[in-house]
């Protein structure tokens, strides 16, 4: 089996045996590694989540496939949010830089008008 097909939860199950998990789903494991599984799923919400949706897939040959195409499509999402949030970044700092320096313009502008209308009384 393919190793990017082992990793379905990389980040959130170190500890956990991804073949494990695969096998879960395909029915395989006896009752003691199914109770394991089952409780590590009860601390893992994600996991649990993610579990859920895939034991709703009615062709279980394919569980691979499928779990390999969220996998990417999961990557090129994180991608484009991140792409996103790198160039929001950019993109507002110079409008903070000038909405500060024109009220502080403002500002001056504001105090010396006002300075010159009171000494004129």
Known sequence: MNNDL???????NNDFDNQ???DYLNGKLSGD???EVEKW???NNIADDAVEGLQ?????KNLPL????LNNNLQIQLEKKKEHRIKMKIKEYPWIYFAV????LLCIVGFIILRMLLVKR
């Open 6 to 12: 082992l990793n379905i939860l990389t980040d959130d």
């Open 20 to 22: 494990k998990l695969l």
């Open 33 to 35: 590694e199914k109770h």
């Open 41 to 43: 799923m009860a601390d």
């Open 56 to 60: 709703n897939i009615k062709d279980k």
């Open 66 to 69: 499928y779990i390999e195409q």
């Open 101 to 104: 320096a024109l009220i502080l």
